[in-house]
């Protein structure tokens, strides 16, 4: 008799279980929001553009601050803000960096700062990213579009939380009033149109 009661008490005990936790949905983690800072000392800001029509001319800046605000781990969702200084361009050769600098170009004098602010960035399938966003040159500002792919996120030696990403995209200079050229003597032009965006950034998680 006690062996029949021992059981019908578990039994119903087990019942009694099986509600609750019909009745207790499964709660959805927490966001947790972040902030990061590009480390600059582990991050390049390079772009390409033809020359005469037949190669290509690299370049990069030095110097550039970039921050992302993340409400999950992921970085789905996130804002991302970035900024260059115009007048650390560098192609490796003064007088081409000097007309760069020139209202030719950049006028880094009037204008020493590229801005861009993300309007989205989403993930779209596995380490695969996209972002859009308004990207200002000179006193014209257009949307951006990059592909990016999110390298993971690890700790390093010293304890810090740091995550990879590379951005890419195509723009065109003269959308964004960058319009001097010539032409050779074949009808072509001596500077592209097309600029292409590579950007290796390496965020650290801040405290």
């Not at 207790?24 to 990061?36: G, H, N």
């Not at 970035?82 to 020139?102: Q, Y």
């Amino acid at each position: 008799m006690k062996q029949i009661m021992l059981a019908a008490t578990a039994a119903l005990l087990m019942i009694a279980g099986n509600a609750a936790a019909k009745k207790s949905p499964e709660k959805t983690p927490k966001s947790v929001a972040t902030k990061w800072k590009a480390d600059v000392t582990h991050s390049s800001v390079k772009f390409t553009v033809t020359h005469l029509t037949v190669s290509e001319v690299e370049g990069k800046f030095k110097v550039f601050n970039g921050t992302i605000d993340a409400q999950t781990a992921d970085f789905n969702n996130a804002k991302v803000e970035f900024s260059v200084d115009v007048n650390s361009i560098n192609t490796d050769d003064e007088n081409r960096d000097k007309h760069l600098k020139s209202d030719d170009f950049f006028n880094a004098e009037k204008f020493p700062a590229m801005r861009f602010t993300s309007t989205a960035f989403r993930k779209v399938k596995g380490n695969i990213y996209y972002l859009e966003g308004n990207l200002t040159i000179r006193d014209v500002t257009k949307k951006a579009k990059f592909a990016v792919l999110y390298g993971g996120t690890v700790k390093d030696p010293y304890g810090n939380i740091k995550a990879g990403f590379k951005a890419t995209s195509k723009i065109s200079r003269k959308e964004y009033g960058l319009k001097w050229n010539k032409l050779t003597e074949m009808g072509g032009a001596v500077v592209g149109d097309e600029v292409n965006i590579i950007l290796n950034i390496e965020f650290a998680k801040q405290q």
